[in-house]
């Protein structure tokens, strides 16, 4: 599967896409970027008066940009496979700097295993100076149905 | 290796991943991976990948799919270490 192919799998649309680019995508990891655009409508609560995004976004944006466009290329592109769903299971992130409106973030995910459909991967998310905002484990399922 | 030798190794893993610690401490052969510990579906798969690091085996597709019980899964230690 290519960029494109993967890009047009994701279950996904606004306000709850996380995925602008797919930068490099193979069988060991995949990267990829997203902008939060400063209109995003969780920044009028979090927070009041102080915007900056949620750690369920950041993590939201990693799993996205790693664990899913990584398990439909994965079983998209295994021989005689279809691009599968990828269902959440764990997530162990460590926070390390914010995110503030405008913020364009890379976010670089490798494969720990993909074994008996679960894939395990780490990641990892950089902002524009190349600094580690947030980074840690995300699992889930990959299934051939939704919510499967 | 002896049954009870093999549960001994086997609760440290299966403790680790379960939800359900009354069950755990009550441990048999007739003990449900699902129904008893409540692992969930993505903790299985860990508690096999524990299980092949620890007795230096490794299972196939089909062999996990039938590990959904503690009976099942000393079988399937079992085979393995046979045929090693």
Same mark, same amino acid.
């Given at each position: ?148 | ?16 991943? #379960?939800?359900?610690? =009354?069950? @755990?401490?009550?441990?048999? %052969?007739?003990? !449900?991976?699902?129904? /008893?510990?409540?692992?969930?579906? #993505?903790?299985?798969? =860990?508690? @096999?990948?524990?299980?092949? %690091?620890?007795? !230096?085996?490794?299972? /196939? ?24």
């Amino acid at each position: 599967m290519n960029k494109e192919e993967i890009l047009a799998h994701l279950p996904y649309s606004k306000p709850f896409l996380f995925v602008d680019e797919i930068l490099h995508i193979d069988e060991n990891g995949s990267s990829g970027t997203f902008t939060f655009d400063k209109d995003l409508d969780f920044y009028k609560g979090h927070f009041k008066d102080h915007p900056v995004t949620p750690g369920v976004i950041l993590t939201e944006t990693m799993a996205q940009i790693g664990l899913v466009c990584l398990g439909i290329y994965l079983t998209g592109s295994a021989e005689g496979g279809v691009p599968g769903h990828v269902m959440l299971t764990s997530t162990a992130i460590d926070f390390m700097k914010p995110v503030f409106p405008g913020e364009k973030v890379k976010v670089v995910a490798e494969k720990v295993y993909f074994r008996f459909k679960k894939l395990n991967c780490t990641v990892q998310m950089l902002n524009e100076q190349h600094e580690v905002v947030c980074k840690g484990t995300i699992a889930g399922m990959v299934t051939n149905k939704m919510n499967g | 290796m002896d049954r009870a030798e093999l549960i001994a190794r086997l609760t440290p893993i299966i403790a680790t991943y #379960a939800q359900d610690k =009354d069950a @755990v401490a009550s441990i048999n %052969e007739n003990t !449900d991976f699902i129904k /008893d510990l409540k692992i969930n579906s #993505a903790n299985l798969v =860990d508690v @096999v990948l524990d299980v092949e %690091e620890e007795f !230096d085996i490794e299972i /196939d597709n089909v062999s996990m799919e039938r590990m959904l019980n503690v009976s099942a899964a000393m079988e399937i230690i079992e085979d393995k270490l046979k045929s090693k």
